[in-house]
């Protein structure tokens, strides 16, 4: 989905402010057209995928934070194989987890990106669509979401693993710890 916006994106500012093309409000119409087409498309899209969305980032998020409790109050005497599969597996989730970040945060990023170009509008071509689409990126968040409680953003990832530090850190305190009677 992110290379339709970003192929609209770089196609739009391509086209439209080349010399010829600048002042040609029929070009600016359309491609504001194809723009709000592409943020309907999203919006169909992110009807079917929100809950798998919020359900793989929960889930994520609880096995992050199993595997680092495990890890912490595992004795030493672990078996190798165990040790190379949870670090592995481990490994594997944090990877999991920063690529379906990427992949959601290039949506948010390349539709943000035509506004740039909208707002290099000439005055003379600037139409009503033009403005209303302008303010439209400007206004919304145009990303795909989880149940509609968070956006797939580039900052979410810093609120991810954020939140994934304070479950651990409620876990550890909320372990017993066996005590060392050596007096």
């Not at 945060?105 to 506004?115: P, Q, T």
């Not at 968070?150 to 909320?174: D, E, N, R, Y």
Request: glycine share 4%; hydrophobic share 45%.
């Amino acid at each position: 989905m992110y290379f339709k916006f970003k192929v609209l994106t770089l196609e739009v500012g391509e086209r439209l402010l080349s010399p010829g093309n600048i002042c040609d409000t029929t070009l600016w119409r359309q491609s504001t057209f194809d723009f709000y087409k592409l943020c309907e498309f999203l919006k169909k899209i992110n009807g079917f995928l929100s809950p798998l969305i919020f359900l793989s980032f929960a889930t994520n998020t609880y096995f992050i934070c199993n595997q680092l409790h495990q890890a912490y109050i595992e004795t030493a005497s672990q078996n190798v194989f165990r040790r190379i599969y949870t670090t592995w597996s481990f490994l594997h989730l944090i990877l999991r987890k920063a690529l379906v970040h990427e992949a959601g945060s290039r949506i948010h990023f390349w539709a943000h990106e035509i506004a740039e170009v909208f707002s290099k509008c000439p005055d003379s071509a600037y139409v009503s669509q033009v403005e209303r689409a302008e303010r439209y990126v400007n206004s919304n968040t145009i990303a795909l979401s989880g149940l509609g409680c968070f956006f797939v953003t580039k900052p979410l990832i810093l609120h991810s693993f954020g939140v994934v530090f304070t479950g651990v850190i409620v876990l550890l305190q909320a372990t017993k710890f066996p005590q060392d009677d050596k007096t």
